[in-house]
């Protein structure tokens, strides 16, 4: 537990650079600079006498880390969003005159530490145990059917008693007591260094570690080692390259261009022409982006959901049957008999926070090559690069841009969750773009309002918005669970929370630490971890924008999950939205000594009035932190560990109440059968094949549910790929004897999964 929700002591380091300093003493402009390690951000302050400028992000949106040593380990220093390096090395985080090793080795490790504890790779990580928790809740929950002799499904009479109008969906226990597994992958390494550096004394290694990408640059000469550290969940894309139809690299967002770096260095290993092995480095990172990324976030969220569904569609049942308060909300009479005076605050069924956390979209596919650009290439190439093919297909889970010409090849593909904003501009009032795309002459206005609704939709459907009210649509359903578990405890005279001697008899010598009491009365881990918002708008236009930018207005409007910028003049018309989870810092920053005041988010500058209204600069800011951390990452956080509290004290009350009930677990065999079917494993327990198998690696550029052919002892045959596999995986498929081998149009299902 405490692996899976550290908390961090706040911690401070003065990271001034006295070089930086003292070159601004003459003007009396001594600046300084301290890094602050929160419990939920980091925040970076630099002042001098004239300008007090702060930059707070959370952990989960610190995308890189880039530990960098020169001349040997004498000299360090640290590139991150926080404080990007450029190009030359200016910039970052350098303390003191630039060789205090130890203090940058040191606030390396503490950030690499919060950033795997309060950051996505947390959130992964509690993912993961969760699923093994429901697994076997999954499991449990329908056994207690059996052991009451529930009829499952019940008739349409008894579903009417119960549940009235508003019957949950009840799927068949063979599911019901299925649950796909996480993939896990191994260690990787490859050795990315280009020719041209390796004549530089240069080398060049990626290591695809659990949860991050390693990237390490050493300079033999200089002693320069730079180290990159960046989560798969914040990899934005990761796009192979091809030019000339020889030359082959990839990149990988912030892996390979850190901030702050105008030009960035892809991974194009060997004399850069060793395609293969671009592909083989682009399908292992495009696997674990996929599965230990947003979107892979998304979807264990949603397995989630559909657990607790069936949990609330089972314990009514078993209620029922043992003459209890099966209705939910209880009576009051149920709630004050439970928990006395000082019950949890409960919502109705119908109540849920969102009639549709997430969504699932097809696959659709726009021309959106812009003809100014294609006839350029046609002319600057005398026909040699031939008619550019510049597509964009919105698949489900993230959208795929591809730019061809016969010089070469690039392919972008970006999760919905690392849209950081759809931008829709119209210039001159016939010029349309989106997104920096501009298909037809001029920008097709009826396409590009199409693609903007698509991508909005998606962003919204299937991205870190989705992600939040799934979370809250969950923690209601995770309640509902934990309410009805406590009226069965309390019908059947089984004691909770249990004795130590109870909990050791069911769990032995180390058993799981249980919340406080006052969890059990509805207080969470987090009080209000996540918040519903109003919506306001304010008037940020600049004066000095409006005089020379043909008396251009600006808007913001901050609704429930995302801000939206807006800018209206007589020759131009933009539209940006950002969601709170990628605003990144919003703290005011003031310049000329406190008279003028700004606030800068990562794609947005709000700087209303003559620049010097501190009154609604600092309201504004407040306004975005406050919905930033109700609303955004921290929220995302927040909301997950109240999540992992409930399902741990559900699985302790029903592990409780097998024990007190005398209901015997592990099953029998005969039990699982009887309950589920033949085919259902124990949790932890991979399904059994029967017969031979095969082991079955996903090729490049099939997905899962895909068909795909492959070949046994038996000759050649189609299986289908499991759901949450992707290039890469491997899974067991089961070899069809000659008796009854299928048709090539017949597809066999897998088994298990690695």
Same mark, same amino acid.
Request: glycine share 8%; aromatic share 6%; charged share 20%.
């Given at each position: 537990?405490?692996?899976?929700?550290?908390?961090f002591?706040?911690?401070?380091?003065d990271?001034?650079?006295w070089?930086?300093a003292?070159?601004?003493?003459p003007?009396?402009?001594?600046?300084?600079?301290?890094?602050e390690?929160q419990?939920?951000?980091?925040?970076l302050?630099t002042?001098?006498?004239?300008?007090?400028?702060?930059?707070?992000?959370?952990?989960?949106?610190?995308t890189?880390l880039?530990?960098?040593?020169?001349?040997?380990?004498?000299c360090?220093?640290?590139?991150?969003?926080?404080?990007?390096?450029?190009?030359?090395?200016?910039?970052?985080?350098v303390?003191g005159?630039?060789?205090?090793?130890?203090?940058?080795h040191?606030?390396?490790?503490?950030l690499?530490?919060?950033?795997?504890?309060?950051?996505k790779?947390?959130q992964?990580?509690?993912?993961?145990?969760m699923?093994?928790?429901?697994?076997k809740l999954?499991?449990?929950v329908p056994?207690?059917?059996?052991?009451?002799?529930?009829?499952?499904?019940?008739?349409?009479?008894?579903?009417?008693?119960?549940?009235?109008?508003?019957a949950?969906?009840?799927r +068949?226990?063979?599911? @019901?007591?299925?649950?796909?597994?996480? =993939?896990? %992958?191994?260690?990787? !390494?490859?050795? /990315?260094?280009?020719?041209?550096?390796?004549?530089c004394?240069?080398?060049?290694?990626l290591?695809?570690?659990?949860?991050?990408?390693?990237?390490?640059?050493?300079?033999?000469?200089?002693?320069?080692?730079?180290?990159?550290?960046?989560?798969?969940?914040?990899i934005e894309?990761?796009?192979p390259k091809?030019?000339?139809?020889?030359?082959?690299?990839?990149e990988?967002?912030e892996?390979?261009? +850190?901030?702050?770096? @105008?030009?960035?260095?892809?991974?194009? =290993?060997g %004399?850069?022409?060793? !395609?293969?092995? /671009?592909?083989r480095?682009?399908?292992d990172?495009?696997?674990?982006?996929?599965?230990?990324?947003n979107?892979?976030?998304?979807?264990?969220?949603?397995?989630m959901?559909v657990?607790?569904?069936?949990?609330?569609?089972?314990?009514?049942?078993v209620?029922?049957?043992?003459g209890a308060?099966?209705?939910?909300?209880p009576?009051?009479?149920?709630?004050?008999?439970?928990?006395?005076?000082?019950? +949890?605050?409960?919502s109705p069924?119908?109540?849920?926070?969102?009639?549709?956390?997430?969504?699932?979209?097809?696959?659709?596919?726009?021309?959106?090559r812009n003809e100014?650009?294609?006839?350029g290439?046609?002319i600057?190439t005398?026909?040699?690069?031939?008619?550019?093919?510049?597509e964009?297909v919105?698949?489900?889970?993230?959208?795929?841009t591809?730019?061809q010409?016969?010089?070469?090849?690039s392919i972008?593909?970006?999760?919905?969750?690392q849209?950081?904003?759809?931008?829709?501009?119209?210039?001159?009032?016939?010029?349309?773009?989106?997104?920096?795309?501009?298909?037809?002459?001029?920008?097709?206005?009826?396409?590009?309002?199409?693609?903007?609704?698509?991508l909005?939709?998606?962003?919204?459907?299937?991205g870190n918005?989705?992600?939040?009210?799934?979370?809250e649509?969950t923690m209601?359903?995770a309640?509902?669970?934990?309410?009805?578990?406590?009226?069965?405890?309390?019908?059947?005279?089984i004691?909770?929370?249990?004795?130590?001697?109870?909990?050791?008899a069911?769990?032995?010598?180390n058993?799981?630490?249980?919340?406080?009491?006052?969890?059990?009365?509805?207080?969470?881990?987090h009080?209000?971890?996540?918040?519903?918002?109003?919506?306001r708008v304010?008037d940020?236009?600049?004066?000095?924008?409006?005089i020379?930018c043909?008396?251009?207005t600006?808007s913001?409007?901050?609704?429930?999950e995302?801000?939206?910028?807006?800018?209206?003049?007589?020759?131009?018309?933009?539209v940006?939205?950002?969601?709170?989870?990628?605003?990144?810092?919003?703290?005011?920053?003031?310049?000329?000594?406190?008279l003028?005041?700004?606030v800068?988010?990562d794609q947005?500058?709000?700087?209303?009035?003559?620049?010097?209204?501190?009154?609604?600069?600092?309201?504004?800011?407040?306004?975005?932190?406050?919905?930033k951390?109700?609303?955004?990452?921290?929220?995302?956080?927040?909301?997950?560990?109240n999540?992992?509290?409930?399902?741990?004290?559900l699985?302790?009350?029903?592990?409780?109440?097998?024990?007190g009930?005398?209901?015997?677990?592990?099953?029998?065999?005969?039990?699982?059968?009887?309950?589920?079917g033949?085919?259902?494993?124990?949790?932890?327990?991979?399904?059994?094949?029967a017969?031979?198998?095969v082991?079955?690696?996903?090729p490049?550029?099939?997905?899962?549910?895909?068909?795909?052919e492959?070949?046994?002892p038996?000759?050649?045959?189609?299986?289908?790929?499991?759901?949450?596999?992707?290039?890469?995986?491997?899974?067991?498929?089961?070899?069809?004897?000659?008796?009854?081998a299928?048709?090539?149009s017949?597809?066999?299902?897998f088994?298990t999964?690695s």
């Amino acid at each position: 537990m405490e692996y899976l929700m550290q908390t961090f002591p706040e911690r401070r380091f003065d990271v001034t650079n006295w070089i930086e300093a003292w070159l601004g003493l003459p003007c009396c402009l001594i600046t300084r600079k301290s890094l602050e390690l929160q419990s939920e951000e980091v925040v970076l302050r630099t002042q001098n006498c004239c300008c007090n400028v702060t930059q707070r992000r959370p952990y989960a949106q610190l995308t890189l880390l880039e530990e960098r040593t020169m001349f040997w380990g004498i000299c360090a220093g640290i590139n991150s969003d926080l404080a990007p390096m450029n190009d030359k090395g200016e910039g970052g985080i350098v303390p003191g005159c630039g060789c205090s090793q130890e203090l940058v080795h040191e606030i390396v490790r503490e950030l690499n530490l919060r950033k795997d504890g309060r950051g996505k790779v947390a959130q992964m990580r509690q993912q993961r145990f969760m699923l093994e928790k429901l697994s076997k809740l999954a499991v449990q929950v329908p056994l207690l059917l059996t052991h009451f002799g529930v009829a499952y499904p019940p008739d349409e009479a008894t579903v009417r008693r119960i549940f009235g109008a508003r019957a949950p969906p009840m799927r +068949p226990l063979a599911e @019901v007591g299925c649950m796909e597994r996480m =993939p896990e %992958f191994q260690p990787s !390494a490859y050795d /990315v260094t280009c020719c041209l550096q390796s004549i530089c004394c240069t080398s060049r290694h990626l290591e695809l570690a659990q949860d991050e990408a390693v990237l390490t640059t050493k300079q033999t000469i200089t002693g320069t080692v730079v180290t990159s550290r960046v989560p798969y969940a914040n990899i934005e894309s990761v796009n192979p390259k091809n030019i000339c139809g020889c030359l082959a690299f990839l990149e990988a967002g912030e892996l390979t261009r +850190p901030p702050g770096q @105008v030009e960035g260095q892809p991974l194009q =290993p060997g %004399f850069g022409c060793d !395609a293969g092995l /671009v592909e083989r480095i682009r399908a292992d990172l495009q696997a674990r982006v996929d599965v230990r990324g947003n979107t892979g976030q998304i979807k264990q969220l949603e397995k989630m959901m559909v657990k607790f569904g069936d949990f609330a569609a089972e314990l009514p049942l078993v209620l029922d049957k043992v003459g209890a308060d099966a209705s939910y909300p209880p009576s009051q009479q149920t709630m004050n008999a439970v928990y006395g005076a000082q019950g +949890p605050e409960i919502s109705p069924p119908s109540e849920m926070p969102h009639e549709m956390p997430s969504q699932n979209f097809p696959t659709r596919t726009f021309n959106v090559r812009n003809e100014f650009q294609n006839l350029g290439g046609l002319i600057g190439t005398c026909g040699i690069a031939g008619c550019l093919k510049h597509e964009m297909v919105l698949e489900p889970e993230q959208v795929v841009t591809t730019f061809q010409t016969n010089c070469g090849t690039s392919i972008d593909r970006k999760p919905y969750a690392q849209l950081r904003a759809v931008d829709e501009e119209i210039f001159c009032c016939c010029c349309h773009m989106v997104n920096l795309l501009s298909p037809g002459w001029f920008g097709d206005s009826e396409k590009l309002n199409e693609i903007a609704g698509e991508l909005q939709a998606r962003k919204v459907g299937r991205g870190n918005i989705a992600q939040l009210r799934n979370q809250e649509n969950t923690m209601v359903k995770a309640l509902e669970s934990d309410i009805r578990m406590d009226i069965l405890l309390k019908k059947k005279d089984i004691s909770y929370p249990p004795s130590q001697q109870t909990l050791q008899a069911i769990y032995g010598e180390n058993p799981p630490h249980l919340p406080p009491v006052s969890s059990e009365r509805g207080q969470a881990l987090h009080l209000s971890a996540s918040e519903q918002m109003e919506r306001r708008v304010f008037d940020i236009t600049n004066i000095f924008e409006k005089i020379c930018c043909c008396l251009q207005t600006t808007s913001l409007e901050l609704n429930d999950e995302e801000a939206i910028f807006r800018k209206s003049s007589c020759c131009l018309k933009a539209v940006r939205r950002e969601p709170y989870a990628q605003l990144g810092s919003v703290e005011p920053a003031r310049a000329f000594f406190g008279l003028c005041v700004n606030v800068q988010t990562d794609q947005n500058f709000v700087c209303p009035g003559c620049g010097c209204d501190h009154r609604l600069t600092e309201e504004i800011s407040a306004e975005l932190q406050n919905r930033k951390v109700k609303r955004g990452n921290i929220a995302q956080i927040r909301q997950q560990e109240n999540l992992l509290m409930e399902i741990i004290k559900l699985g302790v009350k029903v592990d409780t109440f097998f024990h007190g009930a005398n209901v015997p677990y592990p099953p029998s065999q005969e039990t699982m059968r009887s309950t589920f079917g033949p085919g259902v494993p124990l949790p932890g327990q991979a399904p059994t094949v029967a017969g031979p198998s095969v082991q079955v690696t996903v090729p490049v550029g099939v997905r899962a549910g895909d068909s795909l052919e492959v070949s046994g002892p038996t000759g050649r045959f189609m299986v289908t790929v499991p759901q949450g596999l992707s290039e890469g995986h491997t899974f067991q498929a089961q070899i069809p004897s000659p008796a009854t081998a299928p048709n090539d149009s017949d597809m066999i299902p897998f088994m298990t999964a690695s």
